[in-house]
């Protein structure tokens, strides 16, 4: 890989000299100059506050290792020059690096499709397996291990199930979304550019730039949860509908050889996508059963508008004659019953098609997925299976007649999108919280099923509304269009029961009452620790029982990975969920339970965020077989599926891991390696929580947390419309959801929900020798300190003592700056690096990179909350205004720098 010094030219000469790779370099040389040339044509001046303000940020992060004099002394300069900028031109240079941001995040994806398919480029197809996808090389590795049966067997069981969520972690406005795509689509173009096209290429960006930083990176207002919809809508659109497919061929491809797209597939629909866009209601008053019913509609309407559009191309191009491709007898029945069904469209698409039967049936069955659009009862399809099924009479028949290409190519693509996506694009799910239920049958019982007794309470009339508006959508998109329902906090079976319960009561008929797979959320640690006994007493339940009968004795379990870090730290949340899923895996082979378990994570190392295929390998023996679900919400959305070539990698990668996670080897190394290093667990585990609890019930810490951190400023955001408080009455740091608790810590630059505590816990343990060979050995440990170098490598101690500085509290800041340097040490220790992420060869430089643009924005933002803290009351309203602006400015920035929010 070509690696180049940054920077060689006068426009440039202001960016650090790291070792990247040559593209990133020479693509961010690029923006940082048009950039610039934006500001000069705003403002000249503007230009050149932007690059004081870089070149101080720079020399304040030149060595690695150490803060050396010089370093101190240009981060002092660097506080002196933003604190005596006027107000509007710390907000304007604020947005420039805002938007200079957005274009380090395109340099750095256009660099990882580049080296994907330059990689691609090189594999030798006569190869057995694809070295590139993941998904080729795990499936051949069950094969040498498990011999092609059983390794047939577990790929027919794959799942990969990514629920889509809309937890506000998403800083990134939809309008610059739009911005970012096509600047994205127009440096993918210049490769093969030269002379006038070049330079109008630059010309377009040059507009694209100047709109962008012309563009406020904050929202005129919070979006609805049906706008929220949209994210799936855009992701599916522009990669999940064709990249899925694709995902499924390469895999045949590989395995069939020549007889790829000649043959039935051997690969099977695997990706599964949910969502709890407009239906998780934990907390969120503006998902009502109205809002579900409109989200899943559109989500309905939008998946057959596709599916209608690419069966009539795969139609139109079934240009084969009854002369070369014969019809069958099914397919002649198949026509006949459309003839029965409309002569009106049989008759246009005969007009169309006259002697080619193929074609004119796929025609047909295009116009009846319109009309299942428009719900037209005589031609309307019932449900996907019944397209698919016409799909594969189409199919066979082309089979039958020779024309294998033809029915094991377009034929077997549409297929695939159809088993995918189905009716419903995304399998909804519900969750409200286990209060609301157990709330709602005490209303009841004083007031009456129907309110005979009384008024019912508005929340009591919307839980039973839900449950309405789940049985209407199934009986328009299906049942698995949305059919599970999660309890948020369950501690006992009875909350399970108490949804049965209330779905019966909202329904005079027992025949209307919808299917329901009722999912517990263990997150909080006590929950967790007891979830086998809950689980034990939730399948004796007769609800349950039957579904289990149903479903061969499948059971889906949710685990949350959010407040048990919350509530303990996150290595004794690690620990405690690595121990719930080995407890539950066992109870559920001793119980004969198909067990399915949720991950509820999130893209923060906080949150249990990672790398997705890592964390899958690091699972316990019979914790994941060969089906692995987890939330993917906010940033890591757009990051994972924004583009179809990496969106592919991702989908592989995780697929693979999924299977491989079988394989008697490394069943073997999880099992042996928990048993191993059960004791350093228990020690990591009492250490760290003792450290971590005893800051969390320091006196007056939530009021701390509050100053020292933009908490309150991101609860304005308008990034989401979900509210950063539950609402059900409490007042302290158990009332704050998550979410913002971890991104609060990362806008202030100390990332405390990822590592605090495990310096204390390796300080207590002492034996370096020890850790470093369970950070050799223990694929869970493993994960996790590299997860929290990855965090540590973000975290600046100057920065974080501006913010810790506004908490008043020398005693708390204290704890918290003496466990970074501690955790840091021990981090680095055990993973043999002088600085944080010094072995990766492209993620160090590109982060240390990154690293001076941030800490521009962070100063500003500390200052600006400094101001806001110290003269708060006595500033105008209108003066208060824009410093919230420029404070929300900056987490925008932040966030798009540090590539991680909540």
């Known amino acids: 890989m070509a690696e180049k010094n940054l920077i060689s030219g006068s426009d440039s000469a202001i960016i ?87 274009l380090a995040n395109i340099c750095e994806e256009n660099y990882r499709v580049g080296s994907l398919r330059a990689r691609e480029s090189t594999v030798d197809t006569s190869e057995r397996e694809d070295p590139i996808n993941d998904l080729t090389v795990a499936y051949r590795q069950l094969v040498d291990e498990c011999g092609r049966g059983r390794a047939i067997a577990l790929l027919q069981r794959l799942e990969f199930r990514p629920v889509f969520t809309a937890h506000p972690t998403e800083a990134r406005r939809k309008a610059v979304e739009g911005k970012i795509r096509r600047i994205a689509g127009l440096l993918e173009q210049r490769a093969g550019l030269a002379g006038a096209a070049l330079a109008e290429n630059e010309r377009r960006l040059l507009q694209e730039i100047d709109a962008l930083f012309r563009t406020s990176p904050i929202a005129h207002k919070k979006p609805t949860p049906v706008e929220e919809a949209d994210t799936i809508v855009d992701i599916f659109d522009n990669t999940l509908f064709d990249m899925v497919p694709d995902v499924y061929r390469r895999f045949d491809d590989w395995e069939l050889g020549e007889k790829a797209g000649t043959v039935q597939p051997v690969c099977p629909a695997f990706f599964h996508p949910g969502s709890w866009i407009g239906s998780d209601r934990d907390g969120n008053p503006n998902v009502t059963a109205r809002v579900s019913r409109q989200v899943a509609e559109k989500f309905r309407s939008h998946v057959l508008g596709r599916l209608a559009d690419a069966t009539q191309t795969v139609g139109r191009n079934l240009t084969l004659d009854a002369v070369s491709t014969p019809p069958s007898d099914q397919l002649v029945n198949l026509w006949n019953h459309q003839v029965e069904m409309s002569e009106a469209l049989t008759a246009r698409a005969l007009g169309i098609s006259a002697s080619e039967l193929h074609r004119a049936a796929m025609l047909v069955m295009a116009e009846r997925l319109r009309a299942t659009v428009e719900r037209t ?14 799909l594969r009479v189409v199919q066979s028949s082309l089979a039958r007649s020779g024309a294998v290409r033809a029915a094991y190519g377009p034929v077997q693509r549409l297929i695939w999108q159809a088993q995918t996506f189905g009716f419903h694009l995304v399998e909804m799910e519900f969750r409200q919280h286990s209060l609301v239920h157990s709330r709602a049958l005490a209303d009841i019982e004083e007031h009456g099923r129907w309110g005979e007794r009384g008024e019912l309470a508005p929340m009591t009339r919307e839980v039973l509304d839900t449950f309405r508006a789940i049985a209407q959508i199934q009986r328009r998109n299906g049942v698995d269009a949305a059919r599970r329902y999660i309890i948020s906090f369950t501690k006992s079976a009875e909350d399970v029961a108490n949804v049965y319960r209330l779905a019966h009561l909202a329904f005079a008929h027992e025949a209307d009452v919808p299917v329901l797979d009722v999912v517990p959320l263990f997150e909080q640690v006590e929950d967790l620790e007891n979830a086998v006994g809950t689980l034990d007493a939730m399948i004796s339940l007769p609800e349950v029982q039957r579904r289990l009968d149903q479903t061969g004795r499948r059971l889906e379990v949710m685990l949350g990975y959010s407040d048990s870090s919350k509530d303990a730290g996150p290595t004794s949340a690690t620990l405690v969920l690595h121990a719930t899923q080995c407890a539950i895996a066992r109870w559920a082979e001793q119980n004969s339970i198909d067990l399915v378990l949720m991950h509820g994570r999130g893209g923060a190392v906080g949150r249990g965020g990672g790398p997705a295929n890592r964390a899958v390998l690091s699972q316990p023996k019979g914790s994941v077989n060969c089906c692995f679900k987890l939330t993917e919400q906010g940033e890591v959305i757009f990051a994972r599926y924004g583009d179809p070539t990496l969106a592919r990698r991702h989908v592989e990668s995780v697929a693979g891991a999924t299977l491989l996670q079988s394989a008697p080897s490394i069943e073997w190394v999880n099992t042996e390696t928990t048993e191993k290093y059960a004791g350093l667990a228990a020690s990591l585990d009492a250490a760290s929580r003792e450290r971590y609890l005893d800051l969390l019930h320091a006196e007056g810490f939530a009021e701390w947390f509050s100053r020292c951190t933009p908490l309150a400023e991101i609860g304005l955001m308008p990034i989401g419309s979900r509210p950063a408080k539950r609402g059900l009455g409490a007042k302290s740091l158990d009332d704050l959801r998550t979410i913002p608790w971890i991104f609060s810590w990362s806008q202030a630059r100390i990332n405390l929900a990822a590592w605090y505590g495990l310096g204390t816990a390796c300080e207590r343990v002492g034996d370096l020798d020890l850790l470093r060979r369970a950070y050799a050995e223990w694929p869970l440990f493993t994960t996790f300190v590299d997860n929290v170098e990855m965090s540590l490598s973000k975290v600046d101690e100057r920065i974080a003592r501006l913010y810790l500085s506004l908490g008043d509290r020398d005693d708390l800041a204290a704890k918290v700056l003496e466990e970074m340097e501690l955790t840091r040490r021990w981090v680095l220790a055990i993973v043999d690096d002088e600085w944080p992420l010094q072995r990766r060869r492209v993620l160090g430089p590109v982060i240390r990179m990154r690293l001076p643009f941030v800490n521009v924005l962070s100063v500003t933002q500390a200052l600006a909350l400094r101001r806001l803290r110290t003269e708060g009351e006595a500033l105008a309203p209108e003066e208060r205004e824009r410093f919230i602006y420029l404070i929300l400015c900056t987490v925008s920035g932040v966030a798009a720098g540090l590539q991680n929010t909540g």
């Open 377 to 390: 009862a005589d031609v309307m399809y019932a449900c996907a299976e019944d397209f698919i099924a016409d």
């Open 16 to 102: 650090p000299a790291l070792n990247v790779p040559e593209s990133i370099a020479e693509h961010m040389e690029l923006f940082l100059r048009l950039v610039r040339k934006v500001l000069e044509e705003f403002d000249p001046g503007l230009r050149s506050t932007f690059d004081v303000l870089l070149a101080d940020a720079i020399r304040a992060n030149a060595d690695e290792a150490a803060e050396t004099e010089d370093e101190r002394a240009a981060f002092a300069e660097l506080e002196r020059i933003i604190d005596g900028l006027d107000e509007r031109s710390t907000t304007l240079v604020m947005r420039a690096f805002v938007a200079y941001f957005h």
